[in-house]
Every structure is written in C-alpha cells, then in structure tokens.
C-alpha cells in the first residue's frame, strides 16, 4: 500500500503558484519523498525528490516539514502544460527500491 | 540521467495471443521495474528484475502469466502470456536509479 495521502484533484489558474500537499506520518528515517507526474498517459515524470531538507530544481520546489510527515511541492508559475497527475512517493534509494504509486492529485492548470 | 526506450509503443493483440515488450537503458542499472497502470488507475508494480537472478513477483502477479527476462544490466523483457482483454492496460518500465526514469509504456489492447 502507498504511504502517502494526497487530494485527489486540485485547480490552479495559469501563472500562478500550485501548491500539491502530500501526507506521509509513517516515513522511514531513510525514505525520500519523490514526486512524479504523469501527463495523460505518458510514462511517469521524475519532477524530484528530497529527504529532509527543501529542493528545488528548474521544474519545482519541494518543501518538507521538519517532522517529515509531510511535505508540499510548488510549481512557481504553473502553466497549462503543467495539467496533469502528481503523485508523491517515499521510497527508499538504496535496497528495495521499488515504487509504489498512490492515486496522485490531478492538477487542472485554468487559464 | 538514463534514457529509457520502450518496444513496442502500442498493439493490439487477440486473446489467447502473447506479446513480449523490450525495454532498454543506455547505462546499466542493477535493478528493473515493471509496471502496470490499468485504464484510469495508477501504477501498480508487477515484478523487480535482477540481472542474474529471478524475477521478483508482487502479490497478484505469477510468473507464468507474466514472465521476465533479464539477460544483461542494460535490458529486460516482459512477456504478457494468454492473454485476455483484462490484460489490455499500459505496460511501464522504470530503473532503480535515484530517478527512476520510466519508459513511456507500451499501450497493449486485448480484442
């Protein structure tokens, strides 16, 4: 089963800020939090991933809080290419790495 | 980054039939994913491929239904046997690099 809970759709208007929240109270000490999305029917899109401290990268930021339970990732001026499925995912890097895929928050960018 | 290319793109099978899909990285990797997504839901994992080794099934998954191979650090098969129009699904493969690159899938439809 997916350890993270996330809303199951969002609206965001075009040039704004989207901010995708995601729960995960039961990470692991050695869990990152990886977010993905997935534009109708294409392969999954790595956005990125962190483990304690805020990353950010020339798609999105990540912000996690300090207790790690949950953590929000922020695409700084959506467009409408941005419309798509988010998924939050922790996951260990090293060992069992598999992914294993919640429902995500399907992401309406409005013009 | 590793560029994942998947064969083939899309097919449409009868019942009954099998069909095997390629999925190659242009760097080696140890471990190698396949998914699942099903019309409307998410990914689900079928099975971890080692090179070596056998295949590693999820619960719901067998190997007679869904054998894999993995000859080398590079590639991966996965063959989708007798199959029946529930198997008509998207078809992913992904690495066990920190990004986890996925493939864009195979498109299988099952007449």
């Known amino acids: 089963d997916a350890k993270t809970t996330q809303p199951p759709s969002m609206d965001c208007a075009e040039g704004r800020a989207a901010n995708l929240p995601c729960n995960h109270s039961?990470?692991?000490?050695?869990?990152?939090v990886y977010w993905y999305r997935q534009i109708h029917s294409q392969g999954p899109q790595y956005i990125i991933h962190g483990l304690k401290n805020n990353e950010t990268n020339e798609m999105a930021s990540l912000i996690i809080t300090e207790d790690r339970k949950s953590s929000t990732l922020i695409l700084p001026h959506a467009t409408l290419r941005d419309t798509a499925v988010y998924y939050c995912i922790v996951r260990v890097v090293r060992g069992a790495q598999k992914l294993v895929f919640g429902q995500g928050t399907r992401l309406t960018i409005n013009p | 980054s590793a560029v994942i290319s998947q064969k083939p793109s899309r097919d449409i099978c009868q019942r009954g039939t099998s069909l095997t899909i390629q999925c190659q990285v242009d760097?080696?990797?140890?471990?190698m994913f396949w998914y699942r997504q099903q019309p409307g839901q998410s990914l689900t994992l079928i099975a971890t491929?080692?090179?070596?080794?056998?295949?590693?099934?999820e619960s719901g998954f067998v190997i007679d239904k869904f054998p894999i191979s993995r000859p080398n650090l590079t590639f991966s098969t996965l063959t989708v046997s007798n199959m029946s129009p529930e198997d008509s699904s998207i078809y992913l493969c992904?690495?066990?690099?920190?990004?986890?690159?996925f493939g864009q899938g195979t498109r299988l439809t099952v007449v």
């Open positions: 760097s080696q990797v140890t471990m």
């Open positions: 491929a080692n090179q070596g080794s056998e295949a590693t099934y």
């Open positions: 992904s690495t066990d690099r920190a990004e986890a690159f």
């Open positions: 039961t990470i692991s000490g050695n869990e990152y």
